[in-house]
Structure formats: structure tokens, C-alpha cells
């Protein structure tokens, strides 16, 4: 008996960042471009979902280092289960870093990860909440997790420029396996100095100029992001040579978003969240 597909999603994301960081960590301290791809399946409350992420650096001025080269190309699959009000997912992600030129070393880095979760609405209030666990299988071996809570702000849709609802956001990370142990002599070898809270990042994000052209929904996502390093490692979030070392800081992303079709309206897990 065929099992007939209910809905199906295809969406592209192009953002401009003013930074690229990874769970607390500063992985690119200059503008990136940051490309998305990914379509979803869905059969009642069953959805499959894979795509791929790259990110390309503009401005490393690092020495040695090209002004533009593709930093990292991330592909993913996801499965997850639930109605409008919450979801459980399970997936598998990897970290794909690019070699600039001969003799440089990023490759160390790559990895892989399974993870699980749940993520749902609470019942008669604007407030989602979200838990996820890492594992990562390949080079550190060790498990990370994120809690989030995003409060769901409406703005009035007669405005001149049309926008979307506003999402004001808390995540924050904890190391539970992927701390530096005595063994490790390369900083490959782990993602944090120490077993804990890793870094809590507050956002603000929204959508801007949806406009509908057919089957497809372009619209304009702008993202501000606070950064707080709480483990050693994400502290050198705001080292400065010869000055103070500030383990906070701010980033940005601008990006255009491409959506065919649109989600199911009575899937509220499946809007721009």
C-alpha cells in the first residue's frame, strides 16, 4: 500500500553574518555568507527532513589565508513526530571544514553527530520551548546539549512594511562530554576547556517583505544576536591584543528566504519559528 505524502516543503536561505559562531565558539571572526538548502516530507505527524549548509568566508584577514574560501559544508537528515502543539526528532549532522590551501589543517576539525530532542508550545501562551543532545560519534566522542525558550512576539501586519511576528530568544549550551580531558594535546581533540554551561546566547530575529509570486514566498530575515561566553573556551569570544578580554559580544545576519510551497496552516511547528 503506497504511503502518499501529505505535504512537502523546499526552501533555500542565503544570510549575510557579520560573524560565524559555533555553540558559543568563534569559529570566523570576520563577514561570512552562509547558503542553505533543504526540502521536507511529511505523512500526518510523521516529517523527513534533509538539506545542506555551507558558509563561505569574505573577510578572514588572517595571514596565509584566502579572502574568500568555503569554511565548512554541513549536511543533515532529520526525522520527527508530533502535531501542532509538539514534536520529538532524532537526525544526524555533519561538520565538513575546507582546507584554504595546501599545508593549512582544517580538516582536523570535521566530525559527526546524532542527535534527539523535543521542542513544543505552551499550551495558551505565545512561548516555545526547545531541548536538544549531541552526540558526537567521530572526533571528540562526547555529548553536548541546548535548552531554548523563545517568546513569541506579534507585530501589528498593517505597518507600512509588512513584518512578521518577532521571536526574542535564550539558548544556552552545556558541555556534557566534549570538555578537554589531561589526555588531549590538540585542540581538535575537544570542543571546551570544562564540563558545564558553555555560553548563553539571547536573539531577537523577525521576517520582513514577505511577498507571495506563485507558489513561492521570498521574504527578508534580520537576526541580532548577544553573546555570553561562560566556559574558558567561549570566553576568547572578545580577546583584545595589548586590552581587556570581554567575553561578551554582538553579531548579525541578514539573510533572503525562499520557500515552495508553504507549510500547512494548522502546523504551527512548521512557520518561520
Partial sequence: MALLAQEWTLETDIELASKYEWRGLQLDPGLTTQYAAYGSVAWDDLMLTAGVWSLTDLSSGAEGLPERWAFETSPWIEAS?????????????????????????????????????????????????????????????????ELAATLQIPVWVGLVVPIGSMFLEGRSGIALGQERSVDDTEASDYNFAERGFTHLDISLRTTLLPVAAGPVTASLTIDAHWVRGLDPETKLLGVRVGGPRDRTRWWWGLGLRFTFPRCRPERELCQDL
Fill in 81 to 145: 513526530v508530533g502535531g501542532a502543539r509538539g514534536q520529538v526528532l532524532a537526525g544526524l549532522t555533519g561538520y565538513l571544514l575546507q582546507d584554504p590551501e595546501p599545508g593549512t589543517d582544517f580538516r582536523r576539525g570535521n566530525t559527526w553527530e546524532v542527535y534527539a530532542g523535543a521542542r513544543g508550545a505552551m499550551p495558551g501562551a505565545p512561548l516555545l520551548g526547545e531541548a536538544l543532545v549531541f552526540w558526537d560519534v567521530d572526533r571528540v566522542g562526547g555529548v553536548y546539549a
